[in-house]
Nanobody, 123 residues
Framework: QVQLMESGGGLVQAGGSLTLSCAAT????????MGWYRQAPGKQRELVAL??????NYADAVKGRFTISRDNAKNTANLQMNSLKPEDTAVYYC??????????????????WGQGTQVTVSS
């Protein structure tokens, strides 16, 4: 089995900072993408930041404020969130595209999600 374990999140005042961490564990052959999405109440889940072997992408709403970092050796990804705004309030989900070892075909990949962590920014 493969799991994504999240930590971080919580309540912070506007202008403050938080760091989210995600670790992929289990039978992993490779990870081609890893990042974070978020879902606010009544809204669809949206991309926040994503790292692949070729690029790092951020949502326009977080550019210049959030920074994603990935440790390929440890299968982890962190999201440093600065200058937080009330509109950043959402459940944040870790995401990874993983090739699991228990599938023989090396090119096979699956999408995995963490359980979600709440980030609340008060005004």
């Amino acid at each position: 089995q493969v799991q994504l374990m999240e930590s971080g999140g919580g309540l912070v005042q506007a202008g403050g900072s938080l760091t989210l961490s995600c670790a992929a564990t289990g039978s992993i052959r490779s990870i081609s993408a890893m990042g974070w999405y978020r879902q606010a109440p009544g809204k669809q889940r949206e991309l926040v930041a994503l790292v692949t072997s070729a690029s790092t992408n951020y949502a326009d709403a977080v550019k210049g404020r959030f920074t994603i970092s990935r440790d390929n050796a440890k299968n982890t990804a962190n999201l440093q969130m600065n200058s937080l705004k009330p509109e950043d309030t959402a459940v944040y989900y870790c995401y990874a595209k993983i090739s699991p070892r228990y599938v023989q075909r090396a090119t096979y990949e699956e999408d995995y999600w963490g359980q979600g962590t709440q980030v609340t920014v008060s005004s």
